[in-house]
């Protein structure tokens, strides 16, 4: 299962987006309202949001100034979350989330909605820093 968000503008550079989104504990600013848990652990870090499970997210990969993949730390549910980072001047960058995920068609049909407003939300809290 494949989701990507909308790309939104971000009024920072693409070094100063991508620091902010490598340093684990600014994702609890981009969490949807409600979010029950937040904790930083190194390179991972774990959230609960009313309703769903413990999700840990772990930091595989990074290249500088431009994407970032974080992905799932149990391989029960095995997904990746992306961020690309495009410089569009000096001082303002574009980003776009993309999410995949290797679920069964059940699963996929009852999360996919619920993880498309997820990272709409992180999309448009991501404009806001």
Do not use: C, W
């Amino acid at each position: 299962m494949n989701l990507e968000s909308n790309k939104t503008s971000v009024a920072k550079s693409t070094k100063y987006v991508f620091d902010f989104l490598t340093h684990l504990e600014n994702f609890e600013q981009l969490m949807p309202e409600g979010t029950q848990k937040f904790e930083v652990d190194g390179d991972s870090f774990l959230f609960a949001l009313k309703g769903m499970p413990e999700i840990r997210l772990v930091l595989k990969e990074k290249v500088e100034f431009s994407s970032i993949i974080l992905g799932a730390a149990s391989s029960k549910l095995p997904f990746t979350l992306s961020a690309n980072i495009h410089e569009i001047s000096e001082n303002e960058s574009e980003v776009q989330l993309f999410f995949n995920g290797d679920f069964n068609p059940m699963m996929a049909m009852m999360v996919k909605k619920p993880l498309g407003k997820f990272i709409d939300t992180l999309t448009e809290n991501l404009s806001k820093i």
